[in-house]
């Protein structure tokens, strides 16, 4: 599971020396953003917020219809979420879900191989993004005019310019920008761009075998949407699936699996599938308390998930906000 590697990264070096450089490059020139300042005209300008496409049957509406009214509180706000702040445990597994470093995190490391800290997680739509360690006082973020990284113990603050050197880091705040949009469409789905709604009549074959018994209880419908996010996708021409497992009885949805939308079936390697586990009213929605990743296994033959989460978040409600008023500069570095 490659989610997570650089916020392991910063938490580790809480407890060894970074292997950043200890003074402070030239300045580079910035990396382009993902999608911020875009020039091209959006290509999806005609799909309308939570307007279902007219070619979906009765049978979809009312499948979507249930999956909306479950992710909202009663008498909630419904206003869409355009900024959030989550202050989030993680237990990243660095041997499960496709690897990745091993060792303990602040506070002494957890069990079975993982790393443990709280981080809080800031997005601004659509592309902004900053990640703090807690208790190491580390911290990345991709903003108005860069991608960086803050080490407030060391005093060390970088532009993750455009050369390979930091490549890697640029590529983790990519995956947590599509961290950031997954979870606004799967926590708010009637804001959700539909570009296609169908319902499935069996839940997806690349379900790993421990969730293929809980898979076939539920419900599935499969969206489609340019508002999803895939790393090494970040193109704003593309369109992503998402097929949703709901509970029948209450409508929440507890299984995600969101990929690109290709003409293949076959899985693809950064497809990824969310498991969302208890429901809490949180600001006029329903949100996931607890939230396990699972990413492709490479080292399977054939794609397919691995069996294990890769990845466990779990929200702090209360301390978590879907209401923030963040402006592009809060996401500078400054």
């Not at 402070?24 to 020139?29: E, M, N, Q």
């Not at 979906?56 to 992710?71: G, H, L, Q, V």
């Not at 890769?310 to 409600?317: E, K, P, S």
């Not at 209401?323 to 500078?332: E, G, I, L």
Request: hydrophobic share 40%; aromatic share 6%; net charge neutral.
């Amino acid at each position: 599971m490659r989610t997570a590697l650089l916020l392991v990264a910063i938490a580790c070096a809480s407890q060894q020396a970074p292997e950043k450089p200890a003074q402070k490059p030239p300045d580079l020139p910035p990396p382009p953003v993902a999608e911020s300042g875009a020039k091209t005209p959006d290509p999806f300008a005609a799909l309308v917020p939570g307007a279902i496409p007219p070619t979906a049957t009765p049978e979809a509406r009312a499948a979507w219809k249930t999956m909306c009214d479950a992710s909202a509180a009663p008498g909630g706000q419904t206003a869409p979420v355009r900024a959030f702040e989550l202050v989030v445990d993680v237990r990243y597994y660095g041997g499960l879900g496709g690897g990745g470093p091993s060792g303990a995190g602040p506070g002494g490391g957890g069990s079975h191989g993982s790393n443990d800290f709280v981080a809080e997680f800031r997005f601004l739509a659509p592309t902004f993004v900053r990640v703090k360690i807690v208790e190491g006082k580390r911290e990345v973020g991709r903003g108005p005019d860069s991608d960086w990284f803050d080490d407030g113990t060391r005093h060390e603050r970088i532009r993750l310019g455009i050369g390979r050197e930091y490549q890697e880091d640029r590529r983790q705040l990519d995956q947590w920008q599509s961290i950031a949009k997954d979870f606004v469409g799967l926590t708010d789905p009637k804001s959700l761009r539909i570009a296609k709604l169908e319902t499935l009549s069996a839940p997806p074959a690349a379900l790993p075998t421990k969730l293929a018994a809980r898979g076939a209880q539920l419900a599935w419908v499969r969206v489609t949407s340019p508002d999803f996010r895939l790393v090494d996708v970040l193109s704003p021409d593309r369109l992503f699936r998402a097929a949703l497992g709901r509970d029948p009885k209450s409508g929440w949805v507890e299984l995600a699996l969101i990929e690109e939308d290709v003409p293949s079936p076959e899985l693809r390697p950064n497809a990824a599938l969310l498991e969302l586990k208890q429901p809490k009213p949180l600001e006029g929605l329903v949100v996931p308390k607890n939230i396990l990743v699972r990413s492709v296994d490479a080292a399977k033959k054939t794609f397919a998930f691995a069996e294990e989460a890769g990845m466990d978040l779990v929200l702090h409600i209360p301390g978590s906000t879907l209401r923030a008023s963040f402006t592009p500069q809060d996401f500078a570095l400054r």
